[in-house]
């Protein structure tokens, strides 16, 4: 899955044994407050921010430490942290103070729960509930929700006429050669990824009609046409750019994955504005401005501090001093 998949971030040194931290660099971005940071509540604060290493998680792990700046806090950037469970080992343990985290990644990978609630407030709340042993606050949620899909480009779409993954489940009894479908080999194995979704849809996708290859091949073959459908990511900036239309998962089987800052939880009791600061920045994040802003790095070759600090002017969030 992608929010597992390790991207270099270029210029950090990042990442030791033990999931520990062993370097990182101030954030010098000269901002002042706007909508959020008014009276630098976090002002004499020292707080290090985290992330894992891919697109999006760098976007948001920098709109954290921006606002955090804006708030007047001296901030380290160790955002980029190789491999999924780095980051939030980090912020468990205090060698980092807070990083955006997805729901349900904790519940199942960390919390180690095999079904998946399908209430995305629900599976907060538990989530939340439960990390609270761990020494862990889960600040509100934002609707960002980086979880699987299928989807097809327009020519395909307007052939099939799919807009959901019950219908897909139909053509695929239908007209078994017109399912084409184009997924990742952690995607083909995973009980909450492609075994699952036949499952839960009463599919049956003949094994000659299923390709596995990488992420991005995914995506481009999708927008050919050579795959029907592809599986992607919700928040992916490639949807947008390449036009491709996503199906409704209908019955709700792919888990939640909304992103809400994960905080330590001494951390917080310390510097409480940290909720203020960070709350209204995550209710404006969802899966359109995902996919806006990953698409910036990914697709026209940004970089993706800058991606999070123009956001964060735009949105009136912060001003550039």
Same mark, same amino acid.
């Given at each position: 899955?992608?929010?597992?998949?390790?991207?270099?971030?270029?210029?950090?040194?990042?990442?030791?044994?033990?999931?520990?931290?062993?370097?990182?660099?101030?954030?010098?971005?000269?901002?002042?407050?706007?909508?959020?940071?008014?009276?630098?509540?976090?002002?004499?604060?020292?707080?290090?921010?985290?992330?894992?290493?891919?697109?999006?998680?760098?976007?948001?792990?920098?709109?954290?430490?921006?606002?955090?700046?804006?708030?007047?806090?001296?901030?380290?950037?160790?955002?980029?942290?190789?491999?999924?469970?780095?980051?939030?080992?980090?912020?468990?343990?205090?060698?980092? +103070?807070? &990083?955006?985290? #997805? *729901?349900? @990644?904790?519940?199942?990978?960390?919390?180690?729960?095999?079904?998946?609630? =399908? /209430?995305?407030?629900?599976?907060?709340?538990?989530?939340?509930?439960?990390?609270?042993?761990?020494?862990?606050?889960?600040?509100?949620?934002?609707?960002?929700?980086?979880?699987?899909?299928?989807?097809?480009?327009?020519?395909?779409?307007?052939?099939?006429?799919?807009?959901?993954?019950?219908?897909?489940?139909?053509?695929?009894?239908?007209?078994?050669?017109?399912?084409?479908?184009?997924?990742?080999?952690?995607?083909?194995?995973?009980?909450?990824?492609?075994?699952?979704?036949?499952?839960?849809?009463?599919?049956?996708?003949?094994?000659?009609?299923?390709?596995?290859? +990488?992420? &991005?091949?995914? #995506? *481009?073959? @999708?927008?050919?046409?050579?795959?029907?459908?592809?599986?992607?990511?919700? =928040? /992916?900036?490639?949807?947008?750019?390449?036009?491709?239309?996503?199906?409704?998962?209908?019955?709700?089987?792919?888990?939640?994955?909304?992103?809400?800052?994960?905080?330590?939880?001494?951390?917080?009791?310390?510097?409480?504005?940290?909720?203020?600061?960070?709350?209204?920045?995550?209710?404006?994040?969802?899966?359109?401005?995902?996919?806006?802003?990953?698409?910036?790095?990914?697709?026209?070759?940004?970089?993706?501090?800058?991606?999070?600090?123009?956001?964060?002017?735009?949105?009136?969030?912060?001003?550039?001093?």
């Amino acid at each position: 899955m992608r929010r597992r998949t390790c991207l270099a971030a270029a210029g950090l040194l990042l990442a030791a044994a033990g999931c520990g931290l062993t370097s990182g660099s101030p954030l010098t971005d000269d901002v002042e407050p706007g909508s959020i940071g008014r009276g630098e509540p976090l002002k004499g604060a020292h707080l290090t921010v985290t992330s894992k290493s891919f697109t999006e998680q760098l976007i948001l792990g920098s709109i954290m430490g921006i606002a955090f700046e804006a708030a007047g806090a001296d901030v380290i950037d160790r955002t980029g942290i190789q491999g999924s469970i780095g980051s939030r080992e980090a912020v468990r343990k205090g060698d980092a +103070d807070a &990083g955006y985290e #997805y *729901t349900g @990644t904790a519940w199942i990978t960390y919390l180690g729960h095999s079904k998946p609630i =399908t /209430d995305p407030q629900e599976q907060w709340e538990a989530v939340k509930k439960e990390d609270a042993g761990n020494g862990l606050v889960w600040l509100s949620p934002s609707k960002l929700d980086n979880t699987y899909a299928l989807a097809m480009n327009q020519e395909n779409a307007k052939k099939y006429g799919t807009k959901t993954m019950s219908e897909v489940a139909k053509l695929a009894k239908s007209d078994p050669e017109a399912v084409k479908l184009c997924v990742e080999v952690e995607f083909a194995n995973r009980a909450d990824g492609l075994p699952g979704m036949q499952k839960a849809y009463g599919m049956d996708v003949p094994a000659r009609n299923i390709t596995q290859m +990488d992420t &991005g091949i995914i #995506y *481009t073959q @999708t927008d050919k046409g050579s795959c029907t459908f592809g599986e992607v990511f919700t =928040t /992916d900036g490639r949807i947008k750019s390449m036009n491709l239309a996503v199906m409704d998962d209908d019955r709700k089987f792919f888990p939640n994955y909304n992103a809400a800052p994960m905080i330590n939880a001494k951390s917080l009791k310390e510097w409480p504005a940290i909720a203020e600061v960070l709350n209204p920045v995550t209710a404006r994040l969802d899966n359109s401005v995902a996919q806006t802003l990953n698409a910036k790095v990914d697709v026209d070759g940004e970089d993706p501090h800058q991606v999070a600090l123009d956001w964060m002017v735009e949105e009136g969030f912060v001003k550039e001093g």
